[in-house]
C-alpha cells in the first residue's frame, strides 16, 4: 500500500515557476514507477510526465517539454515536477500517481498506475 500527498501549488502569473512534490509512505517507494497528471475543470485527466523507479527514464507530454521536469529522490520518498514558464492553459488540478513495476521504465497511462494522491491546485493567471 502505498499513499501520496500532493503540495505546492498555488497561484502564479504566467511565465511564472512552481515545484510540485509528492511524498509516498511506504518503505518500496524506490520500486515505483512514477507519474504526474492534470484534470482541467470539464476536461479528461490527462498525463503530464512520468519517471522510472531508478529516476533514469523519463517522458513528457508534448505540451509541456522543455518547461517541465520531472524527478525524484528516492532516499527522501518524494518526486517533483519543477513547472516553468508556465502559461494559464497549465491550469489545473496536478496528481501524482504509482505504480510498481520490476522494469525500470516509465508509464504515461493511467492504468498503469494504482495509486494516486489527492491533487493539488495550480493556477496560473494571465
Known amino acids: 500500500q502505498v499513499q501520496l500527498v500532493e503540495s505546492g501549488g498555488g497561484l502564479v502569473q504566467a511565465g511564472g515557476s512552481l515545484r510540485l512534490s509528492c511524498a509516498a509512505s511506504?518503505?518500496?517507494?524506490?520500486?515505483?514507477?512514477m507519474g504526474w497528471f492534470r484534470q482541467a475543470p470539464g476536461k479528461e485527466r490527462e498525463f503530464v510526465a512520468a519517471?522510472?523507479?531508478?529516476?533514469?527514464?523519463?517522458y513528457y507530454a508534448d505540451s509541456v517539454k522543455g518547461r517541465f521536469t520531472i524527478s525524484r529522490d528516492n532516499a527522501k520518498n518524494t518526486v517533483y515536477l519543477q513547472m516553468n514558464s508556465l502559461k494559464p492553459e497549465d491550469t489545473a488540478v496536478y496528481y501524482c500517481?504509482?505504480?510498481?513495476?520490476?522494469?525500470?521504465?516509465?508509464?504515461?497511462?493511467?492504468?498503469?498506475?494504482?495509486?494516486w494522491g489527492q491533487g493539488t491546485q495550480v493556477t496560473v493567471s494571465s
Open positions: 500517481a504509482a505504480g510498481y513495476y520490476s522494469s525500470n521504465y516509465y508509464y504515461t497511462e493511467r492504468f498503469f498506475y494504482d495509486y
Open positions: 519517471i522510472s523507479w531508478s529516476g533514469g527514464n523519463t
Open positions: 511506504g518503505r518500496t517507494f524506490s520500486s515505483y514507477a
